[in-house]
């Protein structure tokens, strides 16, 4: 699929960081500093706990997507031991998903656009029963984020619905710079994913690191570097002028 990327670029580069951790607002300065937009999958109450600081977030440029109001994932977190993806219905998802974007409507007066599946999981119900829920992403929004996944994406193949995507927490610079380089020799589209940004923690991106990885990848004009919807909507866009061609 040509013309995806702008003109000199070889690679798609997309930063993204879920559950609107209140360290995400302290260390985004370093995204303003480089000229990054990146894409915030937001919880809910997490917003409304500093409602303020995520609408500057989101007049700076920003996209601010779904995660989902209750965050369900699989019972075997004992977070979501009583929320748990393989007791849900596809009713009780779609309220789920429906009743976050609601309140970042009330809250930001943003209508997400793309949706981050919670840990990554995108099923409900067990055994015989279980479905996956992406067709329901896909009828609500341009694109759905996978997450913990070996690949980037191709553009001219991959499912907008369930985008590959990498974790970047407790990555260091380099580390993250050499994804971005394999995905440059592929052509593909590279989706990041972190949660805090701070000092060395479970589930945290090191801010140093973040600093240095944002200054080296803004310098260089092979990488496009764009929020999730951005890069989605360009690859749709050009799909939907080939099926009309
Ligand atoms: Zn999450």
């Known amino acids: 699929m040509s013309g995806v990327f702008p003109p000199g670029a070889a690679v798609a ?26 894409s915030f999958y937001v919880l809910p109450a997490s917003v409304a706990a500093a409602p303020d600081r995520w609408r500057v977030v989101a007049l700076s440029g920003h996209e601010i997507g779904n995660h989902t109001r209750t965050h ?47 840990c990554g999981q995108s099923f409900i119900g067990r055994g015989r029963q279980r479905r996956s829920y992406v067709p329901l992403v896909a009828e609500r929004f341009v694109a759905g984020r996978g997450y913990a996944s070996e690949t980037g994406n191709l553009p ?18 380099g580390a993250m710079k050499s994804i971005v380089d394999a995905g440059m020799i592929r052509g593909e589209w590279v989706i990041m994913v972190g949660h ?50």
């Not at 409507?105 to 656009?113: E, G, M, R």
């Not at 001219?156 to 610079?173: F, M, Q």
């Not at 944002?214 to 929020?227: E, G």
Request: proline share 4%; with cysteine; aromatic share 8%.
């Open 72 to 118: 369900p994932c699989s019972a075997n977190f004992e977070f979501s031991r009583a929320n748990a993806l393989e007791d849900k219905t596809m009713r009780d998802i779609a309220t789920d998903i429906d009743a976050a974007s609601q309140v970042i409507q009330d809250f930001l007066d943003v209508q997400p656009k793309t949706f981050a599946y919670p």
């Open 13 to 38: 580069l997309s930063l993204s960081f879920d559950d609107a951790r209140a360290s995400q607002l302290e260390a985004i300065g370093i995204l303003q500093e480089y000229g990054i937009r990146a």
């Open 156 to 173: 001219d193949r991959c499912d907008l619905a369930h985008l590959e995507a990498y974790v970047i927490d407790g990555l260091d610079a």
């Open 196 to 245: 805090d940004i701070g000092q060395r923690r479970p589930q945290t991106v090191p801010v140093w690191e973040l600093d240095r990885f944002c200054r080296r990848v803004s310098q260089d004009d092979r990488i496009w570097i764009a929020p999730v919807l951005q890069v989605a909507e360009r690859i749709q866009s050009i799909r939907q002028a080939e099926n009309r061609g």
